[in-house]
């Protein structure tokens, strides 16, 4: 008869995610994940799979939670123009506060040009966070509050790779009033 697991998945899907996010997927080695999850490596591979098994759950978990909060600060505007400029304002809340850097973002660089699933995960998240921008923006140039000239596509992709931007603003210079200055330029652009 199998054995019950002993531990909460989400519990430990979660402080693996933390280690591959502080670490990164390549210095992350199974013997990190064994001591970080204190449970035994077969336990491991028998509810999560291997390493790259792991860090895929990991990933996903992280970027539905991303997508989780895109939409709750996204319900916070009263217009779809104050939606948009809603989540970029509390993504860059985010970046002030957290001490780490996206895992999207991190494993963007790290391992999407080498791991296809990665890739195609990211590419996946990147797109569905266009089309939430791309809508809000359409709805904008329906009530007025966003130029018809502007493309609404366009502008959904350029508002979303602005933010591996200000990501690396953040990280580089350590200047909130700098960060800022972005993204009040980030979002003048918008509705120029």
Known sequence: MPRNKAFDYQDKLKVARDLFWKKGYQATTMNDLVDALAINRSSIYDSFGNKHDLFLKCLHDYIQEIETNYRASANKGASALDSAIIIIKDI????LVDTKTCLAINSTFELSRI??????????????????FEGLFLKAQQEGDLSAEKDPGLLAYFVVTSFASLWNADLLFNDKKRLYQLTDFLISVIKS
């Open 92 to 95: 860059v809340k985010n970046i």
């Open 115 to 132: 791991d296809e699933d990665v890739n195609q995960m990211l590419k996946q998240q990147a797109n569905n966070s266009i089309k939430l």
